[in-house]
């Protein structure tokens, strides 16, 4: 079967690719900037076509407890939110992490902290890939930068959690959440059958019954499960990293930066070029597992690196990490819910290529 | 293991009229002497048993001295946050809608931290059986008071009686539930004497019945004792119980279907 | 005339010595040991085997289900 193109808002995209990714249910709470994620799926109603569940839940807090249940069962189960929600959701998300289930999470995020603003902004980075909630535990986070990705990353989010049965996350802006672009959508897929062995459904006679928990009062058993965790994760870093380049082959300056940034970078890239400044973007698609080895190997030929984010500061320190003092590396990017400027950057990568 | 026994000659197969029943693990529950949830955990299991649900039922079991229900019971659980049961069950009923789905919780898990998610499950009508055991009292915790703690009653952090000037008064919640037309059958039970334990069964043997409706949640309330945070034994915690707690929390049907149901009788009533 | 016997079997080292199966026994069978078990607790048991009618009132109040009931007609 063949894809369909469409002219689709960011939100619309993933409720749409939710539907035809086959996913089993949505469950989700009204917050700017992601609430059109809700209402078109009410609108299209799925449950109606694929039997897909879809219902708004009194508070986030509920909605990723839903998740929960709804993955121990072994189901395609999704919550969207924005920043503030997604701090509601900190434990329900630790509960999930911590009981080895699958299921996506999506954050439109918008300036906070506290309550505010609405506009896109990049400062739940910290949240995301280092935690959110209590306890050692990674979440798999995908950052799209086109209306194009939130669509794709739906079903590669879905497949991706199965495999490790890991929460993952999509780390969105409300830059790309509201932006219209051009979307090829996939085929839909039909809703699985298959029951993973872990879930519960019932317990039959054939098999032990089936508890599923995060909770072991043994601290010996609590480490190794610990142990396993740590396992799991380095197995993510070996094999799923994935980024972007931009006009890196000949760069001696660097930006790294994802998201709505990476658009706005792509373009300062042009406008430095244009003046004979040659800069090149690494794009992280994944922020965890972030790309560190493609970074350091990349600083080897750079004299500066710039970490472009719209917030105080938060991805310069993986980008810190990876480059491990090879060479100076600044952060840039508007806060409060401004858009950084392609001009901006141009001016502040001058600013420390002059400066030093 | 070590066994008393009554008159040997009567003991063979043939006549046994009642034993635990199998659907409840060998583990040792964990409560402390004379508490209510391992009689209330007996009759689930029972129910269980006879009604055949054992591969069609998943629990939710709460935070709280029941944390370790799964030990207990042998069906699939799945362990909720704090006050999350109610999110949790509505998830798996609406995906696996054949499935038997209950939530056991106690007064803090259903009556503070989940009285949104207890009540917003309850008002969307989910199809689930909430089971409420009200202690008025926050046992695993170290006895700190609840929603539910009655009007002067002591308690770890109310050492000087609960004042409702202060602490605001207790919560009915099975009453509240009641007024949410999404609730089918409603009913507040216990299970300190046989004759309360009989119809505590007969209430959860009706509720499995209702979920095969479809028409809506039921809540099971079960005043219950905490021997060890009341500071009081077992046989004294359930008289007080009966001169405390009952006149606040009376037992009996609060709502109950107002349609006749059809229904063969079951092979198992004669236990009830 | 058939009288009703009956006959409880008692879990001992599971049980938590609550009392409350001896206060709902209707007949008075049962009663608490005078020793403990491995973890301290004075036990029930049928101190009065014979006057026991199988009724498994202690049975189904016990909360830890340490009683298993005979009954017959003799």
Same mark, same amino acid.
């Given at each position: ?356 | 293991?070590?066994? $008393?026994? +009554?008159?040997? *000659?009567? !003991?063979?197969?043939? &006549? ?6 199998? #659907?409840?693990?060998? @583990? ?83 009556? $503070?931290? +989940?009285?949104? *998610?207890? !009540?917003?499950?309850? &008002? ?6 909430? #089971?409420?055991?009200? @202690? ?137 | ?74």
């Amino acid at each position: 079967m063949e894809k369909e193109l469409r002219l689709m808002k960011g939100n619309e995209a993933v409720a749409e690719a939710a539907i035809r990714a086959g996913a089993d249910g949505y469950f989700g709470y009204p917050i700017t900037p992601q609430s059109e994620i809700l209402e078109y799926l009410m609108e299209a109603k799925p449950w109606e076509t694929t039997g897909m569940v879809v219902l708004q839940a009194e508070s986030e807090v509920a909605a990723i407890n839903m998740v929960y249940g709804g993955a121990g069962c072994g189901k395609k189960v999704m919550t969207t939110s924005s920043s503030p929600g997604i701090s509601l959701k900190q434990e329900g998300i630790t509960y999930i992490a911590g009981a080895e289930l699958p299921c996506l999470i999506v954050n439109v995020v918008r300036g906070g902290p506290g309550l505010g603003t609405i506009q896109p902004a990049q400062s739940d980075y910290f949240q995301a890939t280092k935690g959110g909630g209590h306890g050692d535990y990674h979440l798999i986070v995908l950052a799209p930068a086109s209306v194009q990705e939130m669509a794709d990353f739906v079903d590669l989010s879905f497949e991706l959690a199965f495999k490790y049965r890991n929460p993952v996350m999509i780390l969105s802006d409300g830059a790309i959440g509201q932006m219209v672009e051009k979307v090829w959508l996939s085929p839909q897929k039909e809703r699985s059958k298959t029951v993973p062995s872990w879930a519960t459904t019932g317990k039959p006679s054939t098999r032990e019954r089936i508890i599923i928990t995060s909770l072991d009062l043994d601290p010996y058993a609590q480490e190794r499960f610990n142990q396993k965790l740590i396992d799991k994760y380095n197995v993510i870093r070996e094999n799923e990293v994935r980024f972007e380049e931009f006009q890196c082959d000949d760069a001696e300056y660097l930006f790294v930066a994802y998201g709505i940034s990476a658009r706005v970078c792509q373009k300062a890239v042009q406008l430095c070029r244009a003046e004979g400044i040659k800069v090149g973007l690494l794009r992280p698609i994944t922020l965890f597992p972030f790309p560190s080895k493609r970074i350091n190997k990349l600083a080897d030929k750079m004299k500066l690196i710039l970490s472009i984010e719209m917030s105080a500061g938060q991805m310069v320190e993986d980008v810190m990490l990876s480059v491990n003092g090879k060479v100076p590396v600044y952060h840039f990017g508007r806060m409060g819910g401004i858009v950084t400027a392609p001009d901006e950057v141009v001016e502040f990568l001058k600013s420390k290529i002059i400066g030093g | 293991m070590a066994v $008393a026994t +009554g008159i040997k *000659e009567v !003991i063979k197969p043939e &006549n046994l009229v009642y034993k635990k029943s199998k #659907i409840m693990t060998d @583990n040792v529950l964990s409560y402390c002497p004379g508490c209510g949830h391992g009689t209330a955990h007996r009759i689930l299991a029972e129910i269980i048993e006879e009604e055949d649900l054992q591969s069609r039922t998943i629990g939710i079991c709460p935070v709280g001295c029941s944390v370790l229900l799964y030990n207990f019971l042998d069906i699939d659980w799945q362990e909720a946050a704090h006050g999350r049961a109610p999110a949790l069950a509505t998830a798996v009923k609406r995906l696996l809608p054949d499935r038997f789905v209950f939530t056991y919780q106690g007064d803090g898990d259903l009556a $503070a931290i +989940g009285t949104a *998610e207890t !009540i917003h499950a309850c &008002n969307r009508g989910e199809n689930i059986l909430i #089971i409420f055991v009200n @202690n008025g009292i926050y046992g695993m915790t170290g006895g700190q008071m609840a929603p539910t703690t009655l009007p002067g009653m002591k308690s770890s952090t109310s050492p000087y009686g609960r004042d409702v000037k202060l602490m605001g008064n207790p919560l009915k919640m099975t009453e509240i539930v009641a007024t949410l037309p999404g609730t089918y059958y409603v009913t507040r039970q216990s299970v300190h004497t046989a004759a309360n334990v009989k119809k505590t069964k007969k209430a959860m043997r009706k509720a499995f019945q209702y979920q095969k409706l479809g028409k809506g949640t039921c809540f099971i309330e079960i005043v219950s004792n905490c021997p060890s945070n009341w500071k009081m034994t077992p046989v004294e915690s359930n008289k007080w119980m009966e001169q405390n707690m009952f006149p606040f929390y009376p037992l009996g049907d609060i709502k109950v279907p107002v349609e006749e149901i059809a229904q063969k009788p079951s092979n198992s009533e004669k236990n009830d | 005339m058939a009288k009703i016997r009956g006959s409880i079997v008692v879990d001992v080292e599971r049980c938590k010595g609550c009392e409350v199966c001896m206060v709902t026994c209707p007949t008075g069978t049962i009663a608490m040991a005078k020793e403990v078990n491995h973890k301290g607790y004075f036990y029930a048991f049928p101190a009065n085997p014979e006057l026991c009618i199988g009724c498994a009132n202690c049975a189904m109040v016990c909360p830890d289900g340490v009683i298993t009931v005979y009954k017959t007609k003799i």
